[in-house]
DNA sequence: GCATGTGAATAGATTCACAGCG
DNA sequence: CGCTGTGAATCTATTCACATGC
């Protein structure tokens, strides 16, 4: 085993997928060889950054030349995890929850979708993208039986919390949290959030901040109104 | 006009809306002051950061006291413009498109969404979520007689760049990007991702770290297998 | 020669700790 | 006295620039 330099910066760690997609495109188009720069352009991020980042995990490229697409991609996978394949479940099958369900993307990616739950009872038993909905009473059961390692809520937020405390006392250790509420975890349990009223409202700061640049332009260049 | 210290960093305006979040449950609650300590729980960070935030927008609270809920609550909004209301467009009324278009979360914030777009004749005409599904050929007259600012992209990755760059022709200066790739703007429009399965693999990885660290344990205490 | 890998420099964000003020 | 507001200290991340090694 190489000794690999141990801790690896959050910031890199969030750049990783999107390094991991640009090198699956890459290997399916057979590109043997990349260089940083041509994995900054397509990663959207700048060529000094892949460098850095790389440099965490090792050094997997040849000077003069770039990083082997498969090699590089094989080791991004393996410090993803990727390469193992991780039990989900999704807890709120509402409009959110149910296209999460769904969502193609996750089983490529190695997620596989073991249950979904629902509070509800009339929803229970109705099937979603394969799925039958079951009751949230039987969660600690289902994590136990299928290893779930990773749980959704796309709940509402008022339920979050409570679904978050269920997830936890069942076992699962990796929770992400599409409800509109802060919840907490406790020490040991990884926690992310998607908030998408959130996003839109970031979106409108800076929107606002343009439009007041722009406005404030027009009255000095005479009111052309 | 107060001069207020202009730039506000990145970090705190993405913490704007948590804050938001906070103050409009207290008011809601006729709570008519909170602390820096309080609100900071509410939004799940810490006291200093809140008052280092609130320090970026002016001096709006009372030594001894704490802050004026109502009286904030006005300043983040109109910092966040969330006094105007921001019409939204959605492209893209596959699963989580359809899914954002009944969000409910959405109009309560002020973010009206005033059409749905889609390149797929065959979604075109139906209705989702009370509004009818356009073809993508109208979105330039959409954009211009409905005064979009902001556009949702969900469309498939292979969409995506081809989407935004027609948003930004049409004149959305705002884009929120849900397709699973990287995409380019002009300078001056606003950009920002949400990458679902982004998420997980970034969950994926600190539990897999969790995972080797407890075998790590286990062989270490002598082989309990 | 050429692109990586990395120390050093810079920028940005967080936290500390306490002065300032109601 | 209590809680805000903020400089200073610290920590984290980004960028620069070039030595290094294929």
Redesign the interface.
């Known amino acids: 085993m190489p000794d690999r330099p141990r801790r690896i910066p959050e910031a890199t760690?969030?750049r990783?997928?999107?390094y991991?997609?640009a090198l699956v495109e890459m290997a399916e188009q057979r590109t043997p060889t990349v260089s940083s720069e041509r994995l900054a352009e397509?990663?959207?991020v700048n060529a000094a950054k892949v460098r850095k980042d790389f440099s965490y995990l090792g050094s997997y490229g040849t000077r003069g030349v770039g990083y082997d697409v498969e090699y590089l991609l094989f080791q991004i996978s393996r410090?993803?995890?990727?390469t193992?394949d991780?039990p989900?479940v999704i807890v709120g099958i509402g409009?959110?929850g149910?296209?999460?369900a769904?969502?193609r993307?996750?089983s490529?990616?190695?997620?596989r979708i073991v249950a979904l739950v629902d509070a509800d009872p009339a929803k229970c038993g109705k099937e979603v993208g394969g799925l039958v909905v079951e009751p949230l009473a039987d969660l600690p059961r289902i994590v136990a039986e299928r290893d779930v390692?990773?749980g959704i809520i796309a709940t509402p937020a008022a339920a979050a919390q409570e679904v978050a405390g269920l997830l936890v006392s069942a076992g699962v250790?990796?929770?992400?949290n599409f409800a509109?509420?802060?919840i907490?975890v406790p020490p040991?349990v990884?926690l992310?959030k998607?908030?998408?009223?959130?996003?839109?409202?970031?979106?409108?700061?800076?929107?606002?901040r343009?439009d007041e640049a722009a406005e404030g332009r027009r009255v000095a260049f005479g009111g052309l109104t």
Do not use: K
Request: charged share 10%.
């Open positions: 760690v969030a990783l997928p999107l991991y997609r397509m990663a959207g410090e993803l995890g990727l193992q991780w989900v409009n959110l149910a296209a999460l769904n969502y993307g996750f490529a990616r190695g997620f390692a990773i250790t990796s929770v992400l509109p509420t802060v907490a040991g990884s992310r998607v908030d998408l009223s959130i996003e839109l409202q970031i979106l409108s700061f800076y929107q606002q343009r």
